[in-house]
């Protein structure tokens, strides 16, 4: 495991307020992306998914998400890390995200009420249009690694990160 922060001591005690996933589709040097219409994290680009609903596992939960928001449905979901989003603010819930690939689905994807999708070339992320601690993550799963990651913030602005990526 590689380990890198900002200095930031990963807290022994914290509790999400809710549990949420991500999933990110990579097909032929692209990556699937969405500009997030409404909720958390509203006008980022950023991949499909949601909060779990009662009862829902992970895989449950960015299945679902996935074909609410893009009307497709992914064949080989695999899970390759957890983000943990403590925020200053208090206006936004802690959350902890669980983090999904995939390079199969069936469907088209389809601009939502929640999502407009597009493809993005792998090599060319619109980092500065996204959350700010996607630029630290999101480079190690696409080379594979497994990760997980705890990063505080104030609204917009990240203030302090952990990263422990496999090597
Ligand atoms: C703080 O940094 C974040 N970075 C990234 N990459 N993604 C984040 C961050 N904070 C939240 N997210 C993601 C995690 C979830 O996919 C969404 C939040 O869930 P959302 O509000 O979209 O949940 P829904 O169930 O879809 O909401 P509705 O009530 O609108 O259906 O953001």
Redesign the pocket.
Known sequence: MQEKSSGFQWPAQWTPD?L???MFVVQKGRILLIR?K?????G?V????????PGETALQCVLR?VR??LHIDIEDAREMGV?N?S?ACGT?PE?R?H?FMATSFTGTPTETP?AEPFWCPVDGIPYDL?????RFW?PAMLDGKRFEAF?T?EG?R?LEFSLKAED
Do not use: H, S, Y
């Open positions: 809710i949420a996933t991500l997030k409404r909720g958390i994290g509203a980022k950023n991949g499909p998914g949601g909060k779990f609903e998400e609410e928001e983000l989003f925020f936004i959350i995200c983090v929640e996204m959350w700010q601690d996607d999101l990063f913030f917009d990240m």
